[in-house]
């Protein structure tokens, strides 16, 4: 199965409320990344944080990571309209020659 | 805006048509990528490629071929169209390994394609 997993599936949450996605993978890993696609469109990279890196910030994105429990954690804050978009993680395997593997996504709502 | 192009962006072809999908990046990046996404799904890696003359199948199985001549050059091919091969194909590289601790994937924006 995929190595990134994420949840909840889909979330609709109100305009200026703050949305929260977690992702939980399997292996150990080099580092993780989310990505925002928004429909019928390419992937576009978020942020990256690294094994040795237990949270990051960028503009009103944040990024959590706990290793001993496999997971990770996408919190973006006081959402707008344009935040709708699906939102994928993606692990980076240190068993892996450098392939990410994606996870199934979170379709996220904001509603006005 | 991303340094990946795809074309073309959208692609109606009848059945057993011969098909390739173009895929251009200009960051010099050496590995490239293919993903199959059906909307509103996971993508599926399909081919990758580590450099020029080096290409290699995915996780998916595809009947579609891939080649690297160029460095920024990688396009798809489908030598016979079916409607089974109806999806989003993304086109994707990443830079060197020293790098790819602190940067991700830069995606194109996707050829969305329908074999009637």
């Known amino acids: 199965s995929q190595q990134g997993e994420e949840d909840p599936q889909a979330l609709s949450i109100q305009e200026g409320e703050n949305a929260t996605m977690n992702c939980s993978y399997k292996?150990?890993?080099?580092?993780l990344q989310w990505y925002r696609q928004n429909s019928g469109r390419g992937l576009v990279h978020l942020i990256l944080?690294?094994?040795?890196?237990r949270e990051k910030h960028s503009g009103r994105l944040r990024v959590t990571l706990d290793t001993s429990k496999k997971s990770s954690s996408l919190l973006i804050t006081a959402s707008r309209a344009a935040d709708t978009a699906s939102y994928f993680c993606?692990?980076?395997?240190?068993?892996?020659?450098?392939?990410?593997?994606f996870g199934s996504g979170t379709r996220l709502s904001i509603r006005p | 805006e991303a340094d990946i192009y795809q074309t073309p962006r959208y692609l109606v072809i009848g059945t057993g048509k011969k098909i390739t999908l173009e895929c251009s990046q200009t960051?010099?990046?050496?590995?490239m990528y293919w993903y199959q996404q059906d909307p509103g799904m996971e993508l599926h890696l399909i081919h990758y490629?580590?450099?020029?003359?080096?290409?290699e199948k995915g996780d998916l199985s595809s009947e579609s071929t891939v080649s690297r001549i160029r460095t920024e050059h990688f396009p798809l091919t489908l030598e016979s169209a079916r409607p089974s091969h109806t999806s989003q194909y993304l086109c994707?590289?990443?830079?060197?390994?020293?790098?790819?601790?602190?940067?991700?994937?830069?995606f194109g924006s996707g050829t969305r394609l329908t074999v009637v």
């Open positions: 994707a590289s990443s830079p060197p390994g020293s790098l790819r601790a602190y940067y991700g994937y830069t």
């Open positions: 292996t150990s890993i080099n580092n």
């Open positions: 944080i690294r094994s040795n890196e």
């Open positions: 993606a692990t980076d395997p240190y068993s892996s020659a450098s392939k990410i593997i």
């Open positions: 960051m010099g990046h050496d590995k």
């Open positions: 490629s580590y450099g020029v003359n080096s290409t």
